[in-house]
């Protein structure tokens, strides 16, 4: 059984200073919610129930929020505001949290690798805590993964896709995919970062993983790759071509990735939510209205 997930929280988020500066990427808010508790909510429901972050500097504000806080509890009781205490059910879910330090920031495989002596031989999922998957909180995309890789004994890693513009395929690691079955595909490259002209297709890596512990062998000796970092998708590659079996899946369409990694996808990321906010939503959509029309 597949319930331990690696939640990657290090990184600086570079791309969005000042926003960053002294605050998680991670923690940034998206209408109602910190981008993190999404991710953590999407895996609860997919049946993962154990959260290992790997954290860094200036991240403590993800613990505290994954923590149960009575104080606050007791505070809102004592005042009256019970109704808010519907808002803080996300911290008694059925989940435990785990926290290690990825001591520099040596890129997303060395974050995946720092979790290794915890993971100690089992099979895990690596869900990016910058990226939701769908808006209308009913994704079970990493479920599904989880039972392709039950399901096929041989398979050493299942990861998803999306389908993205062909001039944005040089943001993603691209697929080479191979043979097609009804719900997923075999994986028979996979290339980083790739210009437009030499991707092999317009299918990107979509934030969430499911990896054999084997994957540990190929990160630790791994050298760093483009932009000096050691990245996840070359340690893949190397296995895949090594002839391990990974299979690709398709996010559905309801299933769109929100990566708030940078500006433009942070603020089409937080508009998208605070347009289907069930309270706030129509307000929003009369203002933007408004404001279009002038
Ligand atoms: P990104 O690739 O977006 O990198 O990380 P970044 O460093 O956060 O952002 P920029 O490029 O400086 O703007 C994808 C996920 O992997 C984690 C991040 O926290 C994010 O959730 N990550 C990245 C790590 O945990 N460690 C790293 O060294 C790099």
């Known amino acids: 059984m597949i319930d331990l997930a690696v939640i990657p929280v290090a990184g600086r988020g570079t791309r969005l200073l000042p926003l960053t500066k002294s605050q998680p990427k991670e923690m940034l808010p998206v209408a109602g919610k910190p981008v993190v508790q999404y991710v953590v909510e999407e895996l609860i429901r997919s049946g993962v129930h154990r959260m290992l972050f790997v954290t860094g500097a200036g991240k403590t504000a993800i613990e505290n929020h994954f923590d149960i806080d009575n104080e606050l509890i007791d505070n809102l009781r004592a005042t009256g505001k019970e109704d808010l205490l519907a808002e803080l059910a996300f911290e008694r879910k059925d989940a435990d949290y785990f926290y290690l330090r990825q001591r520099r920031q040596l890129g997303l495989g060395h974050a995946v690798l720092c979790a290794e002596p915890f993971v100690r031989g089992q099979r895990f999922v690596v869900a990016l805590g910058d990226s939701i998957i769908g808006r209308g909180s009913e994704s079970k995309i990493v479920q599904r993964m989880i039972n392709l890789f039950e399901k096929n004994g041989d398979v050493k890693g299942v990861i998803a896709f999306e389908e993205v513009p062909h001039d944005e395929v040089f ?83 309801s299933e769109l990735r929100y990566d708030i990694g940078n500006f433009e996808s942070y603020f089409t990321a937080f508009t998208e939510f605070a347009l289907a906010d069930p309270v706030y939503g129509a307000s929003v959509k009369q203002h933007l209205k408004k404001l279009l029309e002038r």
């Open 171 to 253: 943001q993603y690691g691209i697929a080479q995919p191979g043979k097609n079955s009804t719900d997923f595909f075999e994986l028979d490259d996979i290339v980083e970062k790739p210009s437009p002209e030499e991707a092999p297709s317009q299918l990107a890596v979509a934030a969430r993983y499911v990896f054999s512990a084997e994957i540990f062998e190929y990160l630790r000796t791994t050298t760093p790759g483009k932009g000096g970092e050691i990245q996840l998708t070359d340690a893949i590659r190397r296995m895949i071509h090594d002839k391990k079996r990974f299979l690709g899946v398709h996010l559905s369409p």
